[in-house]
């Protein structure tokens, strides 16, 4: 598997050093390049990227703002902020950026990152979670009409594209509705808002792997579409099911 790379900072120099520390990493191809926020996120709609490299003062668009778009559009896409200025940590925290790397840095700590995005982690929960089942529909808004689904049917719900997709296990349905908006009509109990652009019915959870430094991936039962937990909420997770406090 290649991991497809880009560099936004409007730095050239620093551009030229990213590029040649990542060029001896192995199964990685850096396909694009900005110099600024505004670039960046057109480069990414444009193509299929896995990693972003941001700076965080860039003109215009500065690397946080930058980083919002990209996650809005691309979930999974793992932001690495390598910048000079560490009081932007807590917001780059609240992103759940992959990484925080402090300019000057050292190679080794770049490679680091890297070959931590690559590695398959093994450290799996597996769920036996009870159902519950709600007989009552509720009704959706969408881009061409409008769909009558129960709660239980719903796997996920995610930001993709700028728009919030409605994942069942039989169709995928776009709707005028905001994540926030989501989680206050779907039952609170059975649901949980995962991460910024997930909300997942947990019944419907397979298993639960690390996936990056704050976040893990969720696999569900019975279909082979996955979305992301952050670290926080699958601490919340694991309080649900009376397993945060047990000891050894």
């Known amino acids: 598997m ?39 996120v057109g480069l990414l709609e444009a193509q299929a990227i896995d990693v972003a490299f941001l700076d965080i003062d860039m003109p215009g668009l500065d690397g946080i703002e930058t980083a919002k778009l990209i996650l809005d559009i ?65 009704l959706f808004k969408l881009k061409d009409g409008m769909v009558l689904l129960k709660p239980e049917d719903i796997i996920l719900v995610e930001r993709e594209n700028r728009s919030t997709v409605i994942i069942t296990d039989k169709a995928k349905y776009v709707t005028n509705k905001t994540l926030k908006e989501m989680e206050h009509i779907l039952p609170e109990d059975d649901f949980i808002r995962s991460h910024k652009s997930y909300i997942l019915r947990i019944d419907k959870i397979s298993t639960i792997s690390i996936y990056g430094r704050w976040t893990y991936i969720v696999k569900f039962k019975n279909c082979d579409i996955d979305a992301l937990l952050t670290k926080e909420k699958a601490s919340e997770l694991e309080k649900r099911f009376g397993i945060g406090n047990q000891e050894d």
């Open 74 to 138: 691309r979930p999974r896409c793992k932001i690495i902020f390598v910048t000079a200025h560490e009081h932007y940590m807590s917001q780059a925290f609240e992103l759940y950026a992959y990484d925080y790397i402090i300019k000057p840095f050292k190679l080794e700590r770049l490679h680091k990152t890297i070959n931590r995005i690559k590695e398959l982690m093994e450290n799996t929960w597996q769920s036996d979670i009870p159902k519950k089942v709600h007989q009552h529909e509720l």
């Open 2 to 40: 290649v991991i497809r790379i880009m560099i936004a900072d409007d730095d050239k120099h620093m551009r030229f050093v990213l590029k040649k520390a990542l060029d001896k990493v192995e199964d990685i191809q850096i396909v694009a390049e900005a110099t600024t926020g505004h670039e960046a």
